[in-house]
């Protein structure tokens, strides 16, 4: 019987691979058997998380340079990953970042930019990617949302609740756009998560407690908790599934 979760033969390019749920995927596809390539701003973060990748797997990963809000950087990593990896079969988006003002204050040249990372930058990766994958004929592409893409919260979370929204309606419109040509697109939604870009709110005292009572599960997530659901969207056992959001949560968005 074939293996489902087999991604073997797949190229996959995590953009965002250097970060902790972009290399914590990126590890996951290339344990399941994928050709990982991994693409972020800075040439340091992706030669140290390759090198673990690696070192785990023992097969090799590919490092790109690219500003996912920036067009034309963009277009230039789609030649790279096409000439250094061959056919793109896999794309994951898992760039992004939080930038909190209070609605009333929030700067909006701060909010342009957030947005052009989160929803332009998913859109233009998905937009270039899906070129190449029209060609193939096939092809598979899984954003990183968020819980806050359908959970709101106070505390100056505007914009990126807004990200994430527009993140999951991307996804949606695309899959439904792109099934013709044989390109499924899904997404993942993380709740909290240790890494980075929640290391600053995990160090205010009694925070993650509070988010805690709000998990059934009664813990906040960790990067590995990621990587089933991904394996699961980028293998042929979820041939038949597109346009989903997969909320790996704990259960936070099953209620209130
Ligand atoms: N951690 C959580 O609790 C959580 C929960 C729900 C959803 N998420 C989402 O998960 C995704 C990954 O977050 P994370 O927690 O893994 O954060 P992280 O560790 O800070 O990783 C973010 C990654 O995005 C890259 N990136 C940022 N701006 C970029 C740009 N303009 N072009 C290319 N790459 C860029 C960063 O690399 P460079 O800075 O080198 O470019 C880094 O590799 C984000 O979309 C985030 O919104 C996180």
């Given amino acids: 019987m074939q293996d489902i979760f087999s991604l073997k033969g797949k190229n996959a390019i995590i953009v965002g691979g250097a970060g902790g749920i972009g290399q914590a995927i990126a590890q996951g596809l290339a344990n399941y058997g994928a050709s990982v390539g991994i693409a972020s701003r800075k040439l340091e973060n992706l030669k140290q998380a390759a090198s673990e990748i690696e070192q785990e797997n023992g097969s090799r990963?590919?490092?790109f340079q690219v500003d996912a809000g920036d067009?034309?950087?963009?277009?230039?990593?789609?030649?790279?990953?096409?000439?250094?990896?061959?056919s793109v079969d896999i794309l994951v988006n898992s760039q992004g970042y939080n930038l909190k003002h209070a609605?009333?204050?929030?700067?909006?040249?701060?909010?342009?930019?957030?947005?052009?990372?989160?929803?332009?930058?998913?859109?233009?990766?998905?937009?270039e990617f899906a070129k190449v994958m029209i060609q193939q004929n096939s092809g598979n592409i899984i954003n990183v949302s968020s819980v806050r893409g359908i959970r709101a919260n106070a505390g100056g979370n505007s914009a990126y609740c807004a990200s994430k929204g527009a993140v999951d309606m991307i996804t949606r419109t695309l899959a439904a756009e792109l099934a013709p040509h044989k390109i499924r697109v899904n997404a993942i939604g993380p709740?909290?998560?240790?890494?980075?870009?929640?290391?600053?709110?995990?160090?205010?005292?009694?925070?993650?407690?509070?988010?805690?009572?709000?998990?059934?599960m009664g813990r906040i997530g960790t990067t590995d908790d990621m990587v089933g659901a991904a394996v699961f969207l980028a293998a042929p056992a979820s041939d038949f599934v597109t346009g989903q959001v997969i909320y790996i949560d704990g259960g936070l968005t099953a209620i209130g």
């Fill in 191 to 216: 709740a909290l998560i240790a890494t980075k870009l929640t290391a600053k709110q995990m160090l205010e005292p009694g925070r993650t407690e509070k988010y805690v009572r709000n998990i059934p």
């Fill in 71 to 86: 067009e034309s950087s963009v277009r230039q990593l789609v030649n790279n990953v096409v000439s250094e990896m061959g």
């Fill in 103 to 127: 609605a009333v204050d929030f700067p909006m040249d701060e909010w342009d930019a957030l947005f052009n990372v989160n929803v332009k930058g998913v859109m233009m990766c998905c937009k």
């Fill in 61 to 63: 990963v590919k490092v």
